[in-house]
């Protein structure tokens, strides 16, 4: 391995400060054909939040997966205080003090939030203290969690609470930290930054991965950006704005969104009336007296906190859980709330978790054969005489892979070796490529780069404009304010009837979040 | 002694080769391994427990080699499944066979000779209760050790650090590996363990159930504590319940049958079987408490992405 020192990358000479805790040489990294990092040299130090940007494929995800030892480099050296070292476990990176949030989180979902996290601290705590512990020190950071509440039911905002929690509660010296506000609300992310900027001070290096640049602007003190597995240039975040940090990452300008007129006047094609359901479980929420109408040609959002009865709507929508009541879904006017998933579909609906790994998607099998899971029983074709044209969905896949601009390595890979933000473009480009009458989409742009967020917030108001009734749940507000032409908010289970987009301001809908004149109007309280 | 304690006394011995087996079995399969070699785990630890006995003299020394016999066997599995990344079902499967014809070779020569029985151990004070003193506190060594790795098992599993990881390794070994658990050595210990009960299980069989050497001798009793783990839903105290009431069904359909009573043989044979999984289904109906507690990485290869 040799010596990479030469040529640093343009904007390298920054002022930085601060004792050089880990430094990567050189590092180069090779999956099949691909080369998803080349040669990429990074300098961390004590006292700075480091930002990691690049589009979605770039190659940040595998380069912080080597810095923490899941997985060996093909070539490049690293360096702990100026000492090489070989990082070849996850094991060795948390003994010199690195500690990491995964994009695609690293839970046990059979044991508690409290046993997830004593799994990542040394032994000693007894469990009772540790959840006394969890529950304050989780106040603190803005993140509460519930340490007896089971992972496999909670959501994924409550999920990456988590992961962040474990990870702050190890107390590492460097950070790393791979899009963990992708799922979070403002005011979660707002909290976690006072927190992150608390750890700098005392001498901890973050390493911070996220598309949402304004706040890489706000909080980060230097940027690498990369391109294509490259380093193609540093520089300080604050000196720049979010439109020019998504040109260099992208390499060209994101386009605003365009949104033609409504439609006139059509038949609501996706009702819910007094919607309501019990908890399916100790930590889930119950459902309280929801109506809600989404005419075809328009878009609604559903804004709320995570973890207030949004993944038990999904569930009730797409026909996973069935409702008790087969009236309280209507899906173009059939009563449906009775129906299978599969059923629902043929119905011309369209489903997106919010999970796209292990739910959304199966993580060992080829996008293909992920295709054929969701499609084999809406007529597509897919299936014929009881046997499955692969051929067909290769076909598909290879649509969908253009249409929306899937990355891979090479064709048709398994769904868990695309990078987070390219599986999540082909799980709802599987869903728009149906041309959906309805579609409901949970946090449809979970970790895409700037880029691919506006193609597929475009793809969705397209979508609508073409007559059908698009449904999306979401705690992005800038992303409900782009795509929505009336909100409506959950929150513990209620929904508030859905306004206009251009009616509604931040703040109402901030007041409407807590909790305010919820189950109004209706005869009873949550419980 | 009075009938009703013969029949108890018989119920304990069914049920402990059972309990012993499965109580280890529980713990490997938490860990996210599927041994299917435990019958022939059990028939080689018969096998050399019974020659081990006969060699010192000593039944001990005898459960001993045993153990030691079902931990080679689980140690080969190990170094195939774990080292190798061979197919668990396949070879489990192969270690099955492998036992039951290592076993019959080795023990041919010992095939008729009278055996030694593990002495009864009374529990001075409460062996002597009436009634079901002389029943309940009068055992061998091997069924205290069978009840109390219930409780060992249960306490490990649920309230120790030790038994968090195994339980976190068997749900998502990913996971567990990110965090800096090192998967393979945790599954090592465990289908080490496993091994060590499913031996002693055969043991018993050869030096207290009935104290000879009979080719076959385990005759499909590690198949039925593999069920009983499934049905348990990996939960000691259900599997506790689950060998027991085993046992008791099989003693009391043998009786109906001595007895004469006019109902098929082949369904009173049947009967334990039915019974269990009835009654463990039934117990195991909360769908959640189920989920949780079945190992999501049971039977899955691990090989860390590198
Ligand atoms: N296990 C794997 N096998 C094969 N290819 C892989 C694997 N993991 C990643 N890749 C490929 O490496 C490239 C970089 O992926 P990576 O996950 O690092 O991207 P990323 O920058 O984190 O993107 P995102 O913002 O979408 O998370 C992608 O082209 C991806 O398809
Ligand atoms: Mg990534």
């Given at each position: 391995?040799?010596?990479?020192?030469?040529?640093?990358?343009?904007?390298?000479?920054?002022?930085?400060?601060?004792?050089?805790?880990?430094?990567?040489?050189?590092?180069?990294?090779?999956?099949?054909?691909?080369?998803?990092?080349?040669?990429?040299?990074?300098?961390?130090?004590?006292?700075?939040?480091?930002?990691?940007?690049?589009?979605?494929?770039?190659?940040?995800?595998?380069l912080v997966k080597i810095l923490y030892g899941a997985l060996e480099p093909n070539a490049g050296t690293l360096h702990w205080r100026g000492a090489p070292v070989r990082i070849s476990s996850p094991a060795e990176a948390r003994a010199l003090g690195i500690g990491m949030v995964f994009q695609h989180f690293s839970l046990f979902e059979a044991l508690t939030v409290a046993e997830n996290i004593a799994l990542a601290l040394p032994g000693g705590t007894p469990l009772r203290d540790l959840a006394k512990r969890i529950r304050s020190v989780s106040q603190d950071y803005g993140l509460?969690?519930?340490?007896?509440?089971?992972?496999?039911?909670?959501?994924?905002?409550?999920?990456?609470?988590?992961?962040?929690?474990?990870?702050?509660?190890?107390?590492?010296?460097?950070?790393?930290m791979d899009e963990p506000t992708s799922v979070l609300t403002p005011q979660e992310a707002d909290q976690l930054f006072l927190t992150l900027e608390r750890l700098t001070a005392e001498g901890c290096a973050i390493l911070y991965i996220s598309h949402r640049l304004e706040e890489v602007k706000r909080i980060c003190h230097h940027a690498t950006i990369m391109r294509h597995g490259k380093v193609v240039m540093e520089c300080d975040p604050a000196q720049e704005t979010a439109g020019s940090l998504a040109r260099l990452m992208v390499g060209s300008a994101v386009h605003d969104l365009k949104r033609g007129a409504q439609v006139a006047e059509s038949a609501p094609r996706?009702?819910?009336?007094?919607?309501?359901?019990?908890?399916?479980?100790?930590?889930?929420?119950?459902?309280?007296?929801?109506?809600?109408?989404?005419?075809?040609?328009?878009?609604?959002?559903?804004?709320?906190?995570?973890?207030?009865?949004?993944?038990?709507?999904?569930?009730?929508?797409?026909?996973?859980?069935?409702?008790?009541?087969?009236?309280?879904?209507?899906?173009?006017?059939?009563?449906?709330?009775?129906?299978?998933?599969?059923?629902?579909?043929?119905?011309?609906?369209?489903?997106?978790?919010?999970?796209?790994?292990?739910?959304?998607?199966?993580?060992?099998?080829?996008?293909?054969?992920?295709?054929?899971?969701?499609?084999?029983?809406?007529?597509?074709?897919?299936?014929?005489?009881?046997m499955l044209d692969m051929g067909l969905a290769r076909r598909m896949e290879q649509r969908i892979k253009s249409n929306f601009d899937v990355r891979m390595s090479h064709d048709d890979p398994e769904a868990r070796a695309l990078s987070g933000g390219n599986l999540q473009k082909f799980v709802i480009g599987r869903e728009l490529d149906r041309t959906p009458g309805v579609l409901v989409v949970n946090q449809p742009t979970w970790g895409v780069d700037a880029g691919a967020a506006a193609l597929i917030r475009q793809e969705l108001i397209d979508l609508s404009r073409q007559g059908s009734a698009v449904l999306v749940i979401s705690q992005d507000l800038d992303e409900i304010f782009e795509v929505a032409d009336r909100i409506a908010v959950i929150s513990r289970g209620h929904l508030s009837p859905a306004e206009p987009a251009v009616q509604l301001t931040r703040e109402r809908i901030g007041l409407l979040m807590g909790g305010l004149e919820e189950g109004q109007g209706k005869a009873h309280h949550a419980a | 002694?009075?009938?009703?304690?013969?029949?108890?006394?018989?119920?304990?011995?069914?049920?402990?080769?059972?309990?012993?087996?499965?109580?280890?079995?529980?713990?490997?399969?938490?860990?996210?391994?599927?041994?299917?070699?435990?019958?022939?785990?059990?028939?080689?630890?018969?096998?050399?427990?019974?020659?081990?006995?006969?060699?010192?003299?000593?039944?001990?020394?005898?459960?001993?080699?045993?153990?030691?016999?079902?931990?080679?066997?689980?140690?080969?599995?190990?170094?195939?499944?774990?080292?190798?990344?061979?197919?668990?079902?396949a070879t489990g499967l192969a270690l099955t066979l492998l036992g039951l014809g290592l076993a019959g070779m080795i023990g041919e020569a010992f095939v008729g000779q009278p055996g030694i029985r593990?002495?009864?151990?009374?529990?001075?004070?409460?062996?002597?209760?009436?009634?079901?003193?002389?029943?309940?506190?009068?055992?061998?060594?091997?069924?205290?050790?069978?009840?109390?790795?219930?409780?060992g098992v249960s306490?490990?599993?649920?309230?120790?650090?030790?038994?968090?990881?195994?339980?976190?390794?068997?749900?998502?070994?990913?996971?567990?590996?990110?965090?800096?658990?090192?998967?393979?050595?945790?599954?090592?210990?465990?289908?080490?363990?496993?091994?060590?009960?499913?031996?002693?299980?055969?043991?018993?069989?050869?030096?207290?159930?009935?104290?000879?050497?009979?080719?076959?001798?385990?005759?499909?009793?590690?198949?039925?504590a593999l069920a009983l783990v499934v049905f348990s839903t990996w939960r000691p105290l259900r599997l506790l319940a689950g060998a027991y009431l085993f046992g008791a069904v099989g003693i009391l359909q043998f009786h109906a049958q001595a007895h004469g009573v006019a109902i098929p043989s082949q369904f009173l044979t049947a009967l334990p079987y039915l019974a269990t999984i009835?009654?463990?289904?039934?117990?195991?109906?909360?769908?959640?408490?189920?989920?949780?507690?079945?190992?999501?990485?049971?039977?899955q290869p691990f090989v860390p992405d590198r």
């Open positions: 391995m040799q010596d990479h020192e030469t040529n640093p990358p343009p904007g390298a000479e920054t002022r930085r400060s601060g004792e050089v805790l880990l430094e990567a040489r050189g590092i180069t990294k090779q999956f099949g054909d691909v080369r998803a990092n080349d040669d990429v040299s990074l300098v961390l130090r004590a006292g700075e939040i480091h930002a990691l940007l690049g589009e979605n494929g770039a190659g940040k995800s595998t509460a969690l519930d340490p007896d509440a089971i992972v496999a039911d909670l959501p994924v905002g409550i999920r990456q609470r988590i992961e962040i929690v474990r990870c702050l509660l190890q107390e590492p010296k460097l950070i790393i996706l009702e819910l009336r007094g919607l309501s359901a019990p908890p399916d479980g100790p930590f889930s929420v119950a459902l309280q007296d929801i109506d809600l109408s989404v005419k075809g040609g328009e878009v609604v959002a559903i804004a709320g906190i995570a973890g207030n009865g949004q993944g038990e709507l999904f569930d009730l929508l797409s026909g996973e859980r069935r409702a008790q009541d087969s009236g309280a879904i209507v899906i173009d006017g059939t009563a449906s709330g009775h129906l299978g998933i599969t059923h629902r579909r043929r119905q011309g609906c369209g489903f997106v978790p919010e999970e796209r790994l292990g739910h959304g998607a199966v993580p060992g099998l080829r996008l293909s054969e992920n295709i054929v899971l969701t499609r084999h029983g809406t007529g597509d074709g897919l299936v014929r005489g009881g | 002694m009075g009938g009703y304690e013969s029949i108890l006394l018989t119920v304990i011995t069914a049920a402990t080769p059972l309990l012993l087996a499965a109580i280890g079995e529980l713990v490997v399969e938490r860990s996210g391994v599927l041994n299917l070699g435990v019958e022939g785990m059990m028939i080689v630890g018969a096998v050399l427990g019974f020659a081990g006995a006969q060699a010192t003299g000593s039944a001990y020394i005898g459960a001993l080699c045993a153990l030691g016999a079902g931990m080679g066997l689980a140690l080969l599995f190990g170094f195939l499944t774990l080292h190798l990344v061979a197919n668990q079902v593990l002495e009864r151990l009374h529990i001075p004070g409460l062996s002597t209760l009436p009634f079901i003193g002389p029943v309940l506190f009068g055992q061998d060594l091997l069924v205290y050790l069978s009840l109390a790795l219930v409780a306490f490990v599993l649920f309230r120790t650090r030790a038994g968090l990881i195994i339980r976190a390794v068997g749900d998502n070994h990913g996971s567990a590996h990110a965090l800096g658990v090192s998967v393979i050595r945790v599954r090592y210990l465990a289908v080490l363990f496993g091994g060590a009960c499913a031996g002693l299980a055969g043991g018993y069989l050869s030096l207290a159930y009935t104290p000879q050497w009979v080719e076959g001798m385990t005759a499909g009793r590690g198949w039925i009835i009654v463990l289904v039934m117990i195991s109906r909360n769908r959640v408490l189920t989920r949780i507690n079945t190992p999501a990485c049971l039977g």
